[in-house]
């Protein structure tokens, strides 16, 4: 398990994030202190499967910890903004170099087939969701998800609220690709009953 001050290190954007809207002591302070509040999530759920440690080590843990600590000297809107934005950031870098990769020859579809072994083996039950596969279908992909960790442990730590910028995310990287289109009705993070994904050629 990687210690708090390595997946911190990780998190440079967020702490620059951080670095525009506070004074630097204050903003170097308070990663101090969301390093500290990070160690003990991760002892708290260190017993977790290593499936969802991949989420809760790399995403919901760390973004709780700076959240929570934040939101306690700036209030919840700056704090939920800090987070968002870095995230947004980070996606549009994702988003940009798939962009890319799909206008190559053959791309659309061999991205459209990797979805089902990618989603299998990252956010399949091991991983700690629950999901509905449907029939494959050329050019197309579609998946439910039912339970999902980011829900359960981002509400465990008194921050739902944070849920909604990761469900935003497949929008972000997926929803402007040449050639496919992302389609969604609903997230569990934003209250439906399922997150669905549905993906193809166009």
Known sequence: MKTAETI??????IKAEMDKV????????LWK????KLGGLLLQYRSLPKGVHMHTDSRILPSAAIYLTVKDVTGQEQAYRIIEDAVVQLCAGIAERLRKLVKLPGMKDLFISIWDPMTKKMFGSGNGFKNVFYTKKKGEYRMDVTECPYCRYFTELGCPELTKIF?????RIYGNLPGLRF?????????????DFYLRKV
Request: hydrophobic share 20%; with cysteine; charged share 40%.
């Open 22 to 29: 506070l004074p630097k002591a204050e903003s170097d302070a």
């Open 33 to 36: 202190d969301a390093t500290e």
């Open 183 to 195: 389609e969604r009705t609903g997230t569990l993070g934003k209250g439906a009953q399922r997150c």
């Open 167 to 171: 469900c935003e995310n497949d929008e």
């Open 8 to 13: 911190m290190e990780s998190k440079g954007v």
